[in-house]
């Protein structure tokens, strides 16, 4: 298992997050296709903040199942957190924010969230 930094643009909030990428997700829906986030969802406890907790801010829309994480400082989305249809809780990491991550080598699926 490979353990992946990221931050949002400012550098106020940084991160870790552990998993293999094996694939993004690109949705439609009306945030995230403004956002350009590609997404990678693991399990919540991957997800280990490291600074800028408290300049994380959150948004909810919808159903408000999905606390979409931005910063307050520089308004980059590196992440959001939900629970999946099991109850377990859940990241979706924006891949776009992980450092050193080749995204032409991920396969990405497409997602019709404009759809829900």
Not at 15 to 41: H, P, T
Not at 72 to 87: Q, V
Not at 88 to 113: E, K, Q, T, W, Y
Request: with cysteine.
């Amino acid at each position: 298992m490979t353990t992946h930094t990221g931050s949002c643009h400012c550098g106020a909030v940084t991160y870790e997050v552990d998993g293999d990428i094996d694939s993004g997700l690109d949705c439609n829906c009306s945030i995230c296709r403004r956002k350009g986030a590609l997404l990678w969802f693991v399990p919540r406890e991957a997800l280990r903040i490291h600074q800028g907790e408290d300049a994380l801010r959150a948004y909810t829309f919808n159903k408000h199942v999905i606390q979409h994480r931005f910063c307050g400082t520089c308004g980059m989305h590196p992440f959001g957190e939900g629970t999946d249809p099991k109850g377990n809780a859940m990241a979706a990491i924006n891949l776009r924010c992980l450092d050193g991550v080749d995204l032409s080598a991920i396969p990405v699926h497409h997602f019709d969230g404009a759809a829900l």
